[in-house]
């Protein structure tokens, strides 16, 4: 149960959040998926910031991958408002952390870099702290 406040009357009241419920498995995967979408941002900013070094900013390719990061800024917003009506804010925010994982993954798959040890062990400490807000 979270307190919440009234804005009508001030008062203060004991509302239960919003829980993903009995399809919970599909709601998990909702948000996970919405922040993967999410980390096409990043890839998309990267091809940017090569065609604005290589073409310059009004170049029909520097325009098109600042168009794609708006428009998936966008897709994201929204579809994060409605993981916001299934999930506390405090747990939407910490899978949010599996934004780096997505990272890290699209870094090797996509830019042929290499991933050290503190990568990995910070992947393993996001995905630590997932479970523990989970499990509250």
Not at 52 to 72: E, K, Q, T, V
Not at 110 to 129: C, H, V
Request: aromatic content about 14%.
């Amino acid at each position: 149960m979270a307190i919440w406040k009234n804005a009508d009357t001030g008062s203060s009241e004991k509302m239960s959040c919003n829980d993903p419920g009995k399809h919970a498995s599909k709601t998990y995967f909702l948000l996970h998926l919405n922040i993967m979408i999410f980390s096409f941002t990043g890839i998309f900013s990267k091809f940017a910031a090569d065609s604005i070094s290589a073409r310059g900013l009004l170049s029909p390719w520097s325009l098109l991958w600042g168009f794609l990061i708006l428009a998936n800024c966008a897709v994201y917003a929204i579809f994060w408002q409605q993981n916001l009506k299934r999930f506390p804010v405090n747990v939407a925010y910490a899978h949010s952390a599996v934004y780096n994982i997505w990272s890290l993954i699209w870094a090797v798959l996509i830019f042929s870099e290499t991933i050290n040890r503190g990568n990995i062990i910070g992947t393993f400490l996001i995905i630590a702290g997932i479970l523990l807000i989970r499990g509250e």
